[in-house]
């Protein structure tokens, strides 16, 4: 008699957890899920866990047979207000501290829940680390660019050579990152100023606490893992995915998520869509701004948003606001509710738009607090995103053909940025602090003729490109069954 076919591993999903990473988590878990039947247990943090239940109810966190989300506590004290919540260094640091509760989950709730093989899906660091010490095999899902974990593997060799932590202060104001060219780094594009590498860069201390944790972090995917994916697709980087094959793991690119899952419901024909949709959102969305959308002309809105996490000082918000206005354009523009103001306003704690602005723009601008960001930039009336260049964002405007205006402020959002600005030519670069007359310039730029012209002629391209890799037989599905097959021989 022919033995039994091996029992397909349960996944263990934990995502970093703020919505960029969480998003494109829940995406593939939810596509491996469907499609190739793996019971799923998704980690959630405690914070979290009450956030999606305050901002869409119960039927967030309902799961599915074979499919089950938990929760860990994160030892960052609880909060009704969304303030401060999603603070990144804050989030970082006391990642650690979820170590032993996840190691419990694995360890008791698990393998009583689900009698199977466990394999862990993360991209934190202690977290995989944690699987390594217990024996539990992992694969890291690096939810941005391949191009900007590229260059933060190369952190280790400008700290070699000298060239991080900055001599001091100064060298972050007189232009050394400009003129710094980094020619030398495997795949990136020989004018890598040091300016275009991850923020984490930016430091004088020799001991910054960031900088340790993404030099740990860079050495673990090198060690821990037996594979990573990437949520990106290859031909958009083919040259740095080719180039990561020597240093990491086996590598594959399995994006764009929201395509691949697109793909699957118009397979199964109308509404099936929806029975795998990924509501991941952990804000209550404005869906009226869709409706706003429907009012206005093709091409005739510039969309403005800054991800889960960045904060605009107020000088930043109110020159911002000057340039949508004097663009003469529509906008859509989001403030989250935690867009405190930070920096010179001292004590200001809430956004505050100027009421001259707000009675110029009557009409034609709409500022939300959150709204369903793909389905906004899929509409027809958005002509340009101004965007901070955070990964699920700009491939987002990519899928939609939406060309963007690139204001990036920290972490990966300036190797985007420079990607996106120089190689891929999708988008033109603001300077790292814009006035107004910059930004109304940048605005007719992008939705005008001319370079404008350029650029939505470029990212048609590569919205053609991305659709045909995430079509049934592109590149990214050869790639996610690789990933299952190998996923499966880890555990076997
Ligand atoms: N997003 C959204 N509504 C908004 C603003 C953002 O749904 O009003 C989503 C956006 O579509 C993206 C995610 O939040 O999927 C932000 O991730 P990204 O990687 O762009 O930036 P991060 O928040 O990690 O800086």
């Not at 993360?122 to 939810?143: H, K, M, N, Y």
């Not at 009336?381 to 964002?393: D, I, K, P, Q, R």
């Not at 930004?439 to 012209?453: D, F, K, S, Y």
């Not at 490109?465 to 049934?472: D, I, V």
Request: proline share 7%; glycine share 8%.
């Amino acid at each position: 008699m022919a033995a039994a076919p091996a029992a397909k591993p349960h996944l263990v999903f934990f995502p970093f957890p703020t919505q960029g990473h969480v998003t494109p988590a829940l995406q593939l878990a939810r596509l491996l899920h469907h499609c190739h039947g793996f019971d799923v247990t998704f980690v959630h943090t405690e914070r979290n866990r009450l956030r999606l239940l305050r901002a869409r109810g119960p039927s967030a966190l309902a799961g599915a047979p074979g499919f089950r989300f938990a929760a860990v506590p994160d030892g960052l004290p609880p909060s009704d207000e969304d303030a401060a919540r999603d603070d990144a260094a804050a989030l970082l640091l006391s990642l650690p501290t979820v170590v032993p509760q996840f190691k419990d989950l694995v360890l008791s709730e698990l393998p009583a829940a689900s009698c199977r093989r466990l394999l862990l899906v993360s991209d934190i660091d202690p977290i995989l680390r944690a699987a390594q010490e217990i024996g539990l095999p992992c694969v890291t899902f690096w939810t941005t660019s391949a191009s900007s974990l590229m260059a933060m593997q190369q952190i280790q060799h400008l700290v070699a050579k000298g060239l991080v932590p900055l001599k001091d202060a100064e060298q972050l104001r007189n232009g050394y990152l400009d003129s710094t060219v980094i020619d030398w780094a495997p795949g990136l594009p020989k004018g890598m100023r040091l300016r275009d590498f991850p923020s984490f860069i930016r430091t004088t201390d020799p001991d910054d606490a960031v900088l340790a944790l993404t030099l740990r972090l860079t050495e673990c995917y090198r060690t821990v893992p037996s594979a990573v994916v990437f949520h990106t697709f290859e031909e958009l980087e083919s040259q740095v995915i080719s180039a990561m094959s020597d240093i990491l793991p086996p590598i594959y690119a399995i994006g764009p998520l929201p395509l691949l899952l697109r793909e699957v419901g118009a397979g199964a024909g109308g509404d099936h869509a929806a029975s795998i949709s990924v509501g991941s959102s952990l804000s209550k969305e404005d869906r009226a701004c869709l409706d706003w959308l429907d009012g206005k002309r093709p091409n005739s809105v510039v969309f403005a948003s800054f991800g889960s996490l960045v904060k605009l000082t107020c000088e930043q918000l109110v020159e911002l606001a000057w340039g949508l206005a004097s663009s003469g354009y529509d906008f859509l523009w989001v403030i989250r509710a935690d867009q405190q103001v930070t920096g010179s306003a001292a004590g200001a704690t809430a956004v505050v738009l100027p009421p001259e602005f707000m009675a110029e723009t009557e009409g034609r601008g709409r500022v939300t607090s959150w709204c369903p960001q793909e389905a906004v930039l899929r509409h027809e009336a958005v002509g340009a995103f101004l965007t901070h260049c955070g990964w699920n964002s700009m491939l987002e405007s990519v899928c939609a053909g939406v060309p963007m205006l690139c204001w990036p402020f920290a972490a990966d959002q300036q190797t985007n940025s420079r990607m996106a600005c120089t190689e891929w030519r999708v988008g033109v670069e603001l300077s790292e602090d814009p006035g107004r007359e910059e930004v109304e310039a940048a605005i007719r730029q992008v939705m005008g003729g001319g370079r404008g012209e350029e650029l939505r002629r470029s990212v048609a391209e590569w919205k053609y490109k991305a659709a045909l890799a995430a079509r049934l037989g592109g590149s990214s599905w050869v790639n996610l069954e690789r990933v299952v097959n190998e996923v499966l021989a880890l555990v076997d």
